[in-house]
């Protein structure tokens, strides 16, 4: 028993040689195009995540660099003003400590406007505010005590309340710190996927465009050697 090639076999020979080159030709460019598309998408991505790195990430890592190390200036001013042992000491004290309150809120507010731009990392920002504003209420109050002489309540706060809002202070922005790395490397690995997608993308291009046009090629040949021997 003879088998009889498939109907869509059959229907592709008795198409004129024209039909034949121009479907062949016609279906590659297509499939070049998706190809084509598909890469382009996947570069898209990866500049647009280029370009949000490049404008919102590196602001905001160098503005909370800059917030941590007026934290940290705030917290070694508070530690001097308690203890202070006469009031021209405090109150010379005082001045700095409100400096350097006054400069980690300068610093904190251009973090805070940097992140604008990013809502999830706005929101990181909440509790920070929320424990800094604890910690500046005693501070504030800490700063009182030293300017009027009354030492020993001053060092009472500075080991008790204003030591403990401080660190929560101080843990607040560090998870903030930590939220933000782990943010950075989870976006680092999406480019790095978006780099090898394109990549192999283009590469699988390259192979299939290569690949129709040899076969194409090939047949071209075949029919016109098949036409001249004839």
């Given amino acids: 028993m003879v088998m009889e090639p498939p109907t869509n076999m059959n229907t592709f020979r008795n198409l004129r040689t024209s039909g034949k080159l121009a ?4 279906g590659a460019t297509l499939l070049t195009i998706l190809i084509g598309l598909l890469a382009l998408k996947s570069i898209g991505d990866l500049n ?6 490049a404008s919102i990430d590196i602001p905001v890592m160098a503005k909370l660099a800059e917030s941590q190390k007026r934290m940290g200036d705030t917290r070694r001013m508070g530690t001097l003003v308690g203890l202070a042992t006469n009031v ?3 109150r010379l004290h005082t001045e700095g400590y409100k400096e350097a309150m006054a400069e980690f809120e300068r610093a904190f507010g251009e973090l805070k406007e940097a992140a604008k731009a990013a809502p999830e990392v706005l929101e990181q920002t909440t509790a920070t505010a929320d424990a800094w504003d604890k910690a500046k209420a005693t501070n504030l109050q800490l700063s009182e005590f030293a300017s009027n002489g009354d030492h020993e309540e001053a060092l009472k706060l500075m080991k008790g309340a204003a030591k403990e809002n ?3 202070s101080q843990k607040a922005m560090d998870d903030f710190a930590a939220w933000l790395a782990a943010e950075g490397k989870s976006d680092e690995a999406k480019a790095a996927s978006l780099y090898v997608s394109s990549r192999n993308i283009v590469v ?3 192979i299939v465009c290569f690949g129709l046009s040899t076969g194409f ?3 071209i040949s075949r029919f016109i050697g098949g036409y001249v021997s004839k």
Wanted: net charge negative; proline share 0%; charged share 20%.
């Fill in 166 to 168: 401080n660190i929560q």
């Fill in 217 to 219: 090629g090939l047949y």
């Fill in 48 to 53: 647009t995540m280029s370009r949000e790195f």
């Fill in 88 to 90: 021209e000491d405090a």
């Fill in 23 to 26: 479907l062949g030709f016609g």
């Fill in 204 to 206: 699988l291009g390259m």
